[in-house]
């Protein structure tokens, strides 16, 4: 993700002139397509063959990443460790049933609170301050909705069905 309020002014200008130009030619030479946002230009890989790091993933660590995601991009400001450690806490709870018996152990949420923050670091969605963890704004995208439990067998109903 490139954010424009990273860029200098000269920067910026060069960028937003040749926005189009650029985009168009990194999306032909590699396959990434711009998602053009208020905030900034992330290039994003459909195919998902070009990244060592990626969002969302299956599994607990996956599943606990998404959640923390979820968590940190409702928050005003910045959120301590020991938030998302109670949060991973409560979590386990909840979702535990779907987590690896590793992730339900006490004292797991500090690893499972590392690996999310690594995740959503290396993939520029948060950032640390001295308060805590800082949501960045195309964190936004990975905001997750109530969650759905889909039983074998059970047709999914088209999302003119779905509840609100």
Do not use: N
Not at 7 to 14: I, S, V
Not at 108 to 123: F, G, H, I, N
């Amino acid at each position: 993700m490139l954010y424009y309020e990273e860029l200098t002014d000269e920067e910026l200008a060069y960028l937003t002139r040749q926005r189009a130009f650029i985009t168009a030619r990194i999306t032909e030479l590699t396959g990434l397509v711009a998602e053009v946002r208020a905030e900034g230009i992330a290039m994003v890989d459909p195919l998902d063959d070009l990244t060592d790091v990626r969002m969302p993933e299956q599994g607990t660590h996956g599943h606990v990443t998404l959640l923390l995601a979820e968590h940190l991009a409702s928050a005003d400001g910045a959120v301590s460790r020991a938030e998302l450690e109670e949060r991973v806490r409560k979590l386990a709870i909840e979702h535990g049933g779907f987590w690896s018996k590793s992730a339900k152990q006490p004292g797991a949420e500090s690893e499972l609170v590392d690996q999310a923050l690594a995740k959503l670091t290396a993939l520029g969605l948060v950032t640390a301050v001295p308060g805590g963890i800082v949501p960045l704004p195309a964190l936004a995208r990975y905001a997750v909705g109530e969650t759905v439990v889909q039983e074998p067998g059970v047709p999914r109903p088209r999302t003119s069905e779905r509840k609100t």
